[in-house]
């Protein structure tokens, strides 16, 4: 018999005894055994934190390029991960959301270093100015917390679960201890043997639980994060436990919640948005055999439509065959055990008490290629509620399989607070053409939804659905949901990492942030900086410029050069009532002057202007007035080769700081320039 292991303190090693006997939920056949029994998860964490220190060192660069590779070493081995997928009872789209939606989890977190600095550390907004002369000023700082990630993942997505989480701490510099469900852990510890032996991650940075990981939590700490996707009593359960509170230890849950999906006045029959609405309904209580967080429990339509509605899924699901994935026109799987289809079974009971099963019969379904008694295998069940605000065991009650429950609204109102009655939920969708329905239902639920999706033939070609939360945004919900959030982009980043509040000099907080900040000292560049390679640029250095005179033929040559040919830049007799004295020169001609000033125009380093950001004119500039700049380096970005011929540079971003003869700022702009390295190894 195979035992999953546990990877822990750098090693692979076996609980005591068996916890967890694992079996194929197609066949009903045992496969393996996993036990954490035994194991001292003082030392697991406590290992975690002391290794952690590599990862905090890497910068947001380095870390997202880790991703990346992470990434594209996976997805050359996934096939395996299919194979092994299947065991779980998932069909083949099922195992695809699972294995290649986690994979691009990576891929998606990857691609947040473009918006992070070259450092182990974030630099939270702008400084904060405290004094009167500017020589004391405030700014934010993030680092990465120095504990560990104890991540405790559902049964449902063994792959995106743990993929969808360490993405978000890996990038944020703090290492992971993983314990998937015990039930589909084989899935999660075939994937994780790839990822060690890879050797893409600092040792220490991913640890996993196999086993049901009792105590697990009793030693966390301050500096430690915890995250929790399951049922939400579960979830409360530990986030209730003393050491949580006592040590203020972050908890992050995400639970399942009874999610609702609503069809719009205007999706009246004949149009794409019913068509699109029957087929996400049927979607929804099939994909994963309803065994998602964010699946539609709960489906809401206008009265008039209530029976029609009702036929069309009917009819949908009538054609979903049930049974061994491998067999040629099978749509749904099974559950993950036989566990759980007791429990689904047991909540179609409870629901039944109160609303009419309309289609789904637990006992006489037909499963293909396989023992319907030795799977876990169970049929969809569509109920009817005709009287949602009466009969509520729906909004309260969930089925964690493919079940959902059909409803009746007189108006959009009435919508909104039945979604409501869910006493707040991951996800819910309205289906419309109409934009003002979708108006009035978003701002309506979005109090007490972490996500809505609105859907209509406009994007339905390239939407993800209902189900589907997306890496770069978040994904949690309040109330019932459990009110975290995880992924989000940035957003999952930053929750990892501890905010500073720091004061000083802005000479100090400058060395501090590795980013100037105005007021500190400015040293001149010698040679000029366009004359630097990446790696010779120092944060502060700055180029003085020559002055130029601004005239009236400044502005009429720049107007025929652009064709701006705004009024308060050519006629000086329609100036009345606005806020300019005179005809005034075109903000964008300062900042070409500007460049004109402070570039050195000879071949060297500088390979080209990469963009703009932050530009804005503070002071209008009138023919006699004399400009020169300041041209400072703010910040460098390090940046990979994308292939073995591409040269290697760096992006530099300069803060260029046009003043008047009264020393005045008129412009200020961030300039990014690409900029050779002397080493091109």
């Given at each position: 018999?195979?035992?999953?292991?546990?990877?822990?303190?750098?090693?692979?090693?076996?609980?005591?005894?068996?916890?967890?006997?694992?079996?194929?939920?197609?066949?009903?056949?045992?496969?393996?055994?996993?036990?954490?029994?035994?194991?001292?998860?003082?030392?697991?964490?406590?290992?975690?934190?002391?290794?952690?220190?590599?990862?905090?060192?890497?910068?947001?660069?380095?870390?997202?390029?880790?991703?990346?590779?992470?990434?594209?070493?996976?997805?050359?081995?996934?096939?395996?991960?299919?194979?092994?997928?299947?065991?779980?009872?998932?069909?083949?789209?099922?195992?695809?959301?699972?294995?290649?939606?986690?994979?691009?989890?990576?891929?998606?977190?990857?691609?947040?270093?473009?918006?992070?600095?070259?450092?182990?550390?974030?630099?939270?907004?702008?400084?904060?100015?405290?004094?009167?002369?500017?020589?004391?000023?405030?700014?934010?700082?993030?680092?990465?917390?120095?504990?560990?990630?104890?991540?405790?993942?559902?049964?449902?997505?063994?792959?995106?679960?743990?993929?969808?989480?360490?993405?978000?701490?890996?990038?944020?510099?703090?290492?992971?201890?993983?314990?998937?469900?015990?039930?589909?852990?084989?899935?999660?510890?075939?994937?994780?043997?790839?990822?060690?032996?890879?050797?893409?991650?600092?040792?220490?940075?991913?640890?996993?639980?196999?086993?049901?990981?009792?105590?697990?939590?009793?030693?966390?700490?301050?500096?430690?994060?915890?995250?929790?996707?399951?049922?939400?009593?579960?979830?409360?359960?530990?986030?209730?436990?003393?050491?949580?509170?006592?040590?203020?230890?972050?908890?992050?849950?995400?639970?399942?919640?009874?999610?609702?999906?609503?069809?719009?006045?205007?999706?009246?029959?004949?149009?794409?948005?019913?068509?699109?609405?029957?087929?996400?309904?049927?979607?929804?209580?099939?994909?994963?055999?309803?065994?998602?967080?964010?699946?539609?429990?709960?489906?809401?339509?206008?009265?008039?439509?209530?029976?029609?509605?009702?036929?069309?899924?009917?009819?949908?699901?009538?054609?979903?065959?049930?049974?061994?994935?491998?067999?040629?026109?099978?749509?749904?799987?099974?559950?993950?055990?036989?566990?759980?289809?007791?429990?689904?079974?047991?909540?179609?009971?409870?629901?039944?008490?109160?609303?009419?099963?309309?289609?789904?019969?637990?006992?006489?379904?037909?499963?293909?290629?396989?023992?319907?008694?030795?799977?876990?295998?169970?049929?969809?069940?569509?109920?009817?509620?005709?009287?949602?605000?009466?009969?509520?065991?729906?909004?309260?009650?969930?089925?964690?399989?493919?079940?959902?429950?059909?409803?009746?609204?007189?108006?959009?109102?009435?919508?909104?607070?039945?979604?409501?009655?869910?006493?707040?939920?991951?996800?819910?969708?309205?289906?419309?053409?109409?934009?003002?329905?979708?108006?009035?239902?978003?701002?309506?639920?979005?109090?007490?939804?972490?996500?809505?999706?609105?859907?209509?033939?406009?994007?339905?070609?390239?939407?993800?659905?209902?189900?589907?939360?997306?890496?770069?945004?978040?994904?949690?919900?309040?109330?019932?949901?459990?009110?975290?959030?995880?992924?989000?982009?940035?957003?999952?980043?930053?929750?990892?990492?501890?905010?500073?509040?720091?004061?000083?000099?802005?000479?100090?907080?400058?060395?501090?942030?590795?980013?100037?900040?105005?007021?500190?000292?400015?040293?001149?560049?010698?040679?000029?900086?366009?004359?630097?390679?990446?790696?010779?640029?120092?944060?502060?250095?700055?180029?003085?410029?020559?002055?130029?005179?601004?005239?009236?033929?400044?502005?009429?040559?720049?107007?025929?050069?652009?064709?701006?040919?705004?009024?308060?830049?050519?006629?000086?007799?329609?100036?009345?009532?606005?806020?300019?004295?005179?005809?005034?020169?075109?903000?964008?001609?300062?900042?070409?002057?500007?460049?004109?000033?402070?570039?050195?125009?000879?071949?060297?380093?500088?390979?080209?202007?990469?963009?703009?950001?932050?530009?804005?004119?503070?002071?209008?500039?009138?023919?006699?007035?004399?400009?020169?700049?300041?041209?400072?380096?703010?910040?460098?970005?390090?940046?990979?080769?994308?292939?073995?011929?591409?040269?290697?540079?760096?992006?530099?971003?300069?803060?260029?700081?046009?003043?008047?003869?009264?020393?005045?700022?008129?412009?200020?702009?961030?300039i990014l320039t690409m900029v050779k390295k002397i080493n091109q190894d």
């Amino acid at each position: 018999m195979q035992r999953y292991q546990n990877y822990i303190l750098g090693q692979w090693v076996d609980g005591q005894g068996v916890e967890t006997p694992l079996y194929n939920a197609i066949t009903g056949v045992q496969i393996g055994e996993a036990s954490s029994a035994g194991l001292d998860f003082s030392q697991v964490l406590e290992y975690g934190r002391k290794n952690g220190g590599l990862l905090r060192k890497m910068t947001f660069q380095e870390r997202g390029r880790m991703l990346k590779a992470l990434a594209l070493f996976l997805l050359e081995r996934k096939e395996k991960y299919y194979q092994v997928s299947a065991l779980t009872g998932a069909t083949k789209i099922d195992s695809w959301i699972d294995i290649e939606g986690g994979i691009g989890n990576l891929f998606a977190n990857a691609s947040l270093r473009r918006q992070f600095p070259d450092l182990p550390f974030y630099i939270d907004g702008v400084a904060a100015p405290l004094s009167k002369n500017g020589t004391f000023i405030g700014h934010h700082i993030m680092v990465p917390k120095e504990g560990v990630a104890v991540h405790i993942n559902a049964f449902n997505f063994p792959i995106w679960g743990m993929l969808e989480k360490i993405a978000v701490n890996l990038m944020a510099g703090v290492p992971a201890v993983v314990k998937p469900s015990e039930y589909t852990c084989f899935l999660t510890e075939v994937m994780v043997r790839d990822i060690i032996d890879s050797k893409i991650l600092p040792e220490g940075s991913l640890q996993l639980i196999c086993g049901l990981g009792r105590g697990i939590l009793d030693t966390v700490d301050t500096c430690d994060t915890v995250t929790f996707t399951g049922s939400a009593a579960t979830g409360k359960l530990l986030k209730g436990l003393p050491q949580i509170a006592a040590k203020s230890v972050s908890f992050n849950l995400e639970a399942d919640s009874l999610n609702a999906t609503i069809l719009g006045k205007a999706a009246v029959p004949g149009t794409e948005e019913f068509d699109l609405f029957i087929k996400e309904c049927v979607k929804e209580m099939t994909i994963k055999a309803g065994q998602k967080c964010t699946a539609v429990r709960r489906i809401m339509v206008p009265e008039n439509l209530f029976d029609e509605v009702q036929a069309a899924i009917a009819a949908r699901l009538i054609s979903t065959k049930i049974g061994d994935p491998s067999a040629e026109g099978v749509r749904m799987g099974a559950l993950a055990t036989r566990l759980q289809v007791e429990r689904v079974a047991a909540n179609v009971s409870e629901l039944a008490k109160s609303q009419q099963i309309v289609y789904g019969d637990l006992d006489g379904f037909e499963v293909v290629g396989a023992n319907k008694q030795a799977g876990a295998f169970f049929p969809p069940v569509l109920f009817r509620n005709e009287k949602p605000f009466i009969a509520t065991a729906c909004h309260d009650i969930e089925a964690f399989g493919p079940v959902a429950t059909i409803m009746p609204y007189k108006d959009m109102s009435e919508a909104i607070e039945l979604a409501k009655m869910g006493k707040g939920s991951l996800v819910s969708s309205i289906v419309t053409p109409d934009n003002t329905e979708a108006i009035e239902y978003v701002m309506g639920a979005s109090s007490m939804h972490g996500r809505i999706l609105v859907l209509n033939k406009d994007c339905a070609k390239e939407s993800t659905g209902h189900g589907s939360p997306m890496p770069l945004l978040t994904h949690g919900g309040p109330g019932r949901a459990g009110g975290g959030e995880e992924m989000g982009g940035k957003r999952g980043v930053l929750h990892y990492l501890q905010r500073t509040a720091i004061q000083g000099h802005p000479t100090t907080i400058t060395a501090i942030t590795k980013q100037f900040q105005v007021g500190a000292q400015m040293p001149e560049a010698q040679p000029h900086v366009f004359r630097k390679h990446f790696e010779e640029l120092v944060i502060g250095e700055t180029v003085f410029t020559h002055k130029h005179t601004v005239t009236d033929a400044d502005i009429v040559n720049f107007a025929n050069v652009s064709g701006d040919n705004f009024y308060a830049h050519m006629d000086a007799t329609s100036l009345e009532g606005t806020i300019f004295e005179r005809r005034v020169a075109h903000g964008y001609f300062i900042l070409s002057k500007a460049a004109g000033l402070f570039v050195d125009p000879k071949k060297g380093p500088v390979l080209l202007n990469y963009g703009i950001e932050e530009a804005r004119f503070t002071k209008p500039v009138y023919p006699g007035a004399t400009i020169g700049v300041r041209c400072t380096v703010k910040e460098k970005v390090d940046q990979e080769k994308r292939s073995a011929e591409d040269i290697s540079k760096g992006i530099v971003k300069f803060l260029v700081d046009v003043y008047d003869e009264t020393g005045e700022t008129v412009a200020l702009a961030t300039i990014l320039t690409m900029v050779k390295k002397i080493n091109q190894d």
